[in-house]
């Protein structure tokens, strides 16, 4: 439910996301290479966490949550929700929008680069995210790795 500035929202409803990612890199010698097998996995991993789950973004001005137990309840907008616990997840962004989702992205990404090798070759990361064809948003961010 992606929330707007003046405190309105969307409808409840689902998305299958895509994600891309471009690296821009200083050199593309073999001695510079950047394995995407780690940045694969991460993506992999992020993605598979957030299937089938209802997005809730927690730093969100208009979010607030009421319960936290086996269900969580929690208001969004001035709404009240309840579900179960295991079908929501909250994430650390303030709107579930795919620019939010690609900014979280791109930062969780550049983390995972700067732990891997050659990581001082990449110059910046592009995260695109869509949310159906022709609808998506994309960050890019400098690795200053």
Known sequence: MTVFPDG???RLH???YTVSVELEVDSIELRAMVPFA???DVLAH???EWKDHVLLA???PHF????DAD???FKLCGERYVMPRAD???LPIDNISVEALSSHLAGVLRERIRRGPNAGHVKSLIVTVGESPGQSASCEIENNA
Request: glycine letters at 4%; hydrophobic letters at 35%; charged letters at 30%.
């Open 38 to 40: 780690p940045i694969k």
């Open 14 to 16: 689902g998305h299958n």
């Open 46 to 48: 992020l993605c598979n």
């Open 71 to 73: 269900e969580i309840e």
């Open 64 to 67: 607030e949550v009421v319960r």
């Open 58 to 60: 927690a730093r969100n």
């Open 88 to 90: 929501a997840l909250l």
């Open 8 to 10: 309105s929202k969307e």
